[in-house]
């Protein structure tokens, strides 16, 4: 069974730095793209943030170039998150999704997310 886990949300000031982790288990044969969507509060829908291709394309928001760096492990099955001069405007709930080949077949696949909230 797969599984996407992350990690590495919190509590932080303006301007401060996080570093999101997500790692994803099982039996995964091949791994596609990998992305960080967030949830605001009172929206009902998530952006996405980030993402990194196979090959190691990155695509970024807007709203979080020049901030915000997504990377990868391929060898850990890893995806990350740097964020720094993070504004309140950034809290939200975040989320990885890896889309991933497994026993079942090719799908994308949540974790449970991980809150980041911005606050003096």
């Known amino acids: 069974q797969v599984q996407i886990v992350e990690s590495g949300g919190g509590l932080v000031q303006p301007g401060g730095s996080l570093r999101l982790s997500c790692a994803a288990s099982?039996?995964?044969?091949?791994?596609?793209?990998m992305a960080w969507y967030r949830q605001a509060p009172g929206n009902e829908q998530r952006e996405l943030v980030a993402?990194?291709?196979?090959?190691?394309?990155?695509n970024h928001a807007d709203s979080v170039k020049g901030r915000f760096t997504i990377s990868k492990d391929n060898a850990k099955n890893m995806v990350y998150l740097q964020m720094n001069s993070l504004k309140p405007e950034d809290t939200a709930v975040y989320y990885c999704?890896?889309?991933?080949?497994?026993?079942?077949?090719?799908?994308?696949?949540w974790g449970q997310g991980t809150q980041v909230t911005v606050s003096s």
């Open positions: 999704n890896v889309d991933l080949f497994s026993v079942k077949g090719r799908a994308p696949m």
């Open positions: 099982g039996t995964i044969f091949r791994i596609y793209t």
């Open positions: 993402d990194i291709t196979r090959s190691g394309s990155t």
